[in-house]
């Protein structure tokens, strides 16, 4: 406790990344470093407006004195119009060092706390309307990591986003909802069958490698391939492993199909976990592209900290 | 009863669809008119094999009196591994006109039936693989109602299948799982939220005639468009009715264009329920191609009927 205390008074900020099922929070040093960090599973879903002050109180309050007021920026879920405050939208093609300025202040009671929500940015236009809310933050910390990094970004995961940055601009982006069309396909199809009890090892890798390989030879015909999953249980007895792999891959390979004509000849930085990542860059290099892995905590960290000091 | 089992009397034999969760048996004369239709929902899944019989017993029972033993002929699921008996699949190519003598003869207690099951038909190869049961003898019947077609039949549904035909030959298929994408997609994603209480009426036709349109502009950009389905009710404010349309369309028209290289010239016959086939000929229309609307139950009694001579 004592530790934790002498710690938190170095603190010069707090970095909070409010999530749709968790909540992260880190207290930053005035150089942007983080010196601890906090977990919490009450996402934006699980919260009422109302909610969100005292979850930040409760998961930080032994951790800031009494009589100081720090400067709490978060980006994500809790800026959504069902979350703590809504922080409007800003339009791409957006200045991402605008994050900063265009952030909101809900009202909090605890005086020790002084948040500011970041915006997502959509973009209109039609069949190229789009939102995003916490990878806005990733990659303008991006393009303070690698500046003038001009090129694609892509950030796998439930909802990947493919995004295209010129320096702090967001030129424009593009959602595929890979990992919850996967749970979806998977757990409430006929799909099912074949995937039940699927784990990982060898033939895992082998289904996704060929899953991979469909998506990118011909994305336009994903939506006669799904059934491939359930045929191929049926007819070469393939296991769950390679079933749950192939679809995995299949998905990817579409993901990554549909976004082919964004890739350029720059190494592709892959905003993720390390796993996902991994992944990704194993289909991107099928298609000859070069990637380089960020990590998310440090991309978020990095934007949390660009958008404090604009 | 005296009238039914005077209609039944002229039954010569019993043309039965056994389907995953229904079930549909009419009496047929020697001429391959129905002349009685009875319906259950005892579809194959909720069946063990040894409850077949006794299903069929019951459904017909009063309809075929004792003594006499009528053929009775079955198409769908019920052939299946898990089903009543196994039909092992014919392999594509395949010639349909030898499904009747491929038929397999399973165990029934009562003397007055003469069961056989229709194969399905399956189709190997790497990245090929595909499987149905039921719509090959709708195929059959198909081929009989226009003798000597030549080209792709379409059967959308749940699992929509695509098919290229030259007369009784079936060349290759390929499995669209459609139906089955769209309630998952539409009941177990974020896109619930946009489609909840969907109806029908003129803003769910404008969404599915714009989703059928992106669909068919750019197939291979699937995976980045089915988030566009929440983006336009976030930035639009799309209603559920137009979002459930425009889901419904994009993910027609993305079917349709994963199998675009298999349209020809002729005419398309489409074998399915009226408002299915309806809303498959307005997106086949978009692709300048003319449709046939074939029902599915004179397509299934022909293609039986077919069968039982062979």
């Known amino acids: 406790m004592a530790w934790r205390m002498r710690v938190v008074e170095l603190a010069a900020w707090i970095a909070v990344d409010w999530g749709t ?101 959509c973009q209109r236009g039609l069949g190229q309307e789009d939102v995003m809310r916490g990878e806005e933050t990733q990659l303008l910390g991006l393009s303070t990591l690698q500046p003038g990094y001009s090129g694609v970004v892509v950030l796998p995961g439930t909802h990947s986003k493919w995004a295209v940055l010129e320096g702090h601009q967001l030129v424009r982006f593009s959602t595929a909802m890979t990992g919850e069309i996967y749970e979806a396909l998977g757990s409430h199809t006929v799909l099912r069958h074949s995937l039940k009890d699927a784990g990982i090892g060898p033939e895992r890798d082998e289904g996704v490698d060929a899953g991979i390989a469909a998506g990118l030879e011909a994305p336009e015909r994903l939506a006669g391939m799904i059934f491939k999953v359930r045929a191929a249980a049926l007819l070469s007895g393939r296991s769950a492993d390679w079933c749950a792999g192939y679809l995995s891959g299949l998905l990817i390979g579409a993901e990554i199909g549909a976004h082919r004509h964004w890739i350029g000849s720059a190494p592709i930085p892959i905003i993720g976990g390390s796993t996902l990542s991994a992944l990704y860059a194993r289909a991107l290099g099928m298609t000859g592209a070069e990637c380089v892995p960020v990590d998310v905590r440090t991309a978020t960290l990095a934007g949390l900290s660009a958008a404090a000091q604009h």
């Not at 930040?56 to 980006?75: H, M, N, Q, Y």
């Open 21 to 121: 099922s968790n909540l992260r929070a880190w207290g930053m040093s005035d150089t942007g470093d983080p010196l601890f960090e906090r977990v919490s599973d009450k996402g934006m879903a699980k919260l009422a407006p109302d909610a969100f002050g005292p979850v930040l109180s409760e998961l930080l309050g032994d951790a800031v004195p009494e009589g100081r007021t720090l400067k709490t920026l978060i980006c994500g879920m809790a800026g959504a119009r069902q979350g703590w405050l809504e922080a409007p939208y800003l339009d791409a093609p957006a200045d991402l060092s605008a994050l900063g300025r265009a952030a909101v202040m809900p009202e909090i009671a605890d005086s020790r706390f002084a948040p500011r929500i970041l915006p997502g940015v």
